[in-house]
T-cell receptor, first 114, second 112 residues
Framework: DADVTQTPRNRITKTGKRIMLECSQT?????MYWYRQDPGLGLQLIYY???????NKGEISDGYSVSRQAQAKFSLSLESAIPNQTALYFC?????????????FGPGTRLTVL | DAKTTQPPSMDCAEGRAANLPCNHS???????VYWYRQIHSQGPQYIIH???NNETNEMASLIITEDRKSSTLILPHATLRDTAVYYC?????????????FGQGTELSVKP
């Protein structure tokens, strides 16, 4: 979805380096999410944010941190990258109409940690 | 969120309807059925959702059985670009955790 952009799209780094992945959205949604996907597996939630002042850990937050700089921007940081953080990372946003919450995903960042 | 069961793979001829089944026998009254798909290594794409009535949009139709224990996603005229993994997800509409639980899904191959 072109309304959700992620940078960079591909990144190769070394063990111990600090890495930041960025996500921007023009959909005007309050909620934003970071997921990771390992080959052949489903998505796992890392962090989510319901608004700028509300940030929550997901199921696999260890080794990651986030920053919600504005409604439209949500960054994911790996403080000290390790090889098992090699994965596809997806950002998502969601709105809710009435009581229904639907998520829209960015194109993904392929991260390789050597 | 209720557990879902989908066949691991299906084939469909180009131009024909693709019917993807999903079982969710433990679904609760306040849980919706969502369908997403993921084309190889791209971000998952929302397709459609429903509570109990059948739904249709520009991408697909969703048929939910009267007892809500199963549903079928219908792509009326499948194209090669519909080749993807399709995920059936059951969740409460306003999920406090926000999380979508993606199971193994159905890998749909549309063939010429």
């Amino acid at each position: 979805d072109a309304d959700v952009t992620q940078t960079p799209r591909n990144r190769i780094t070394k063990t111990g380096k600090r890495i930041m992945l960025e996500c921007s959205q023009t959909k005007g949604h309050d909620r934003m999410y970071w997921y990771r996907q390992d080959p052949g597996l489903g998505l796992q939630l890392i962090y989510y944010s319901f608004d700028v002042k509300d940030i929550n850990k997901g199921e696999i937050s260890d080794g990651y941190s986030v920053s919600r700089q504005a409604q439209a921007k949500f960054s994911l940081s790996l403080e000290s990258a390790i090889p098992n953080q090699t994965a596809l990372y997806f950002c998502a946003t969601s709105d809710y109409v009435g009581t229904v919450d639907t998520q829209y995903f960015g194109p993904g960042t392929r991260l390789t940690v050597l | 969120d209720a557990k879902t069961t989908q066949p691991p793979s299906m084939d469909c001829a180009e131009g024909r309807a693709a019917n993807l089944p999903c079982n969710h026998s433990t679904i609760s009254g306040n849980e919706y059925v969502y369908w997403y798909r993921q084309i190889h290594s791209q971000g998952p794409q929302y397709i459609i959702h429903g509570l109990k009535n059948n739904e249709t949009n520009e991408m697909a139709s969703l048929i939910i059985t009267e007892d809500r224990k199963s549903s079928t996603l219908i792509l009326p005229h499948a194209t090669l670009r519909d080749t993807a993994v399709y995920y059936c997800i059951v969740r409460v509409a306003y999920n406090q955790g926000g999380k979508l639980i993606f199971g193994q899904g159905t890998e749909l191959s549309v063939k010429p």
